[in-house]
C-alpha cells in the first residue's frame, strides 16, 4: 500500500510539473495577445480618418482630417508623406474619379462672408498637389458643399461629384467645371449624409440622400 501511495503522489506532482511547464509556454507564447504599440504620431485633434492606399504601393495610408484646416497623410509606418492646408475644410473624399487607377482626394472648403456662403471644389492627386480647383474665382460658389460622395452616373469611366447641402443635393459634370443639376427645389431639406447604392437592384446606382428626419 506504501508503495502505492508513493506512486501516486510521484504521478501527481509529475501531472503538476507538466501543468507548470506547459503554462509558462502558454503565457510565453509569441501568438498570446499581449500589447505591442507598432508606433505613435501626434497628429493633434482630428475630426476624421480615411484608410486607403493612395499611392498604390499595396500598403495603406492613414489620412487624417485635423480639425478644420489641414489633411495629414501617414504612411502605414506612421511616417510623414504629406499634409495640404486649407481654410475652413467641410468635406473629404477618396475617389478615383478619372478611373485610371490613382486615386484623388476631394474637399470642399467655405465660410460665410457677409452672410453669403463661399464654397470652393478642391481636386488633389495622390501626392497633395492641386489637380483643380472650383470656381477658379475668388468669389466662391454661393452653396455649402458637405458630405462629398462619387459615382459615375452616367457610364462614361468619369465620376461624378455629388454633394449635400444646406437645401437639396449638388452634382457636378464629371468635369468638375460646371453643375450638373442641383434640386432645391425638389428638396429643400438640409442633407445631413448621402449615400449612393443600386437600392432599387436595376443597373443603375440610386441617390439616397438622408435629412433630419426624411430619406
Ligand atoms: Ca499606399
Ligand atoms: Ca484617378
Ligand atoms: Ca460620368
Known sequence: MKGDEKQISLILILIFFLFLVS?????????FPLFEEEWSYKTGAFREIFIDDLNNDGKKELIFLIGNDKILVLNYQGKFLWSYEKD????????????DNEKEVI????????????????????KGETLLKYPNSKVGMTVFLKDIETDDLDDN???EIIAGT?????????TYK??????????????????IDNVLG??????IAKSFSTI
Open 157 to 159: 469611366g468619369y465620376k
Open 107 to 126: 474637399l470642399t472648403s467655405g465660410r460665410l462672408i457677409a452672410n453669403i456662403a463661399r464654397c470652393f471644389l478642391w481636386i488633389l492627386n495622390n
Open 178 to 195: 460646371e453643375k450638373l443639376w442641383y434640386n432645391k427645389d425638389k428638396i429643400p431639406d438640409k442633407i445631413d449624409n448621402l449615400f
Open 23 to 31: 503554462f509558462t509556454r502558454i503565457c510565453n507564447a509569441k501568438n
Open 88 to 99: 475652413n475644410i467641410l468635406s473629404v473624399k477618396i475617389s478615383d474619379l478619372y478611373s
Open 166 to 174: 444646406l437645401r437639396g443635393v449638388y452634382a457636378f459634370k464629371d
Open 202 to 207: 436595376d443597373k443603375k446606382n440610386e441617390i
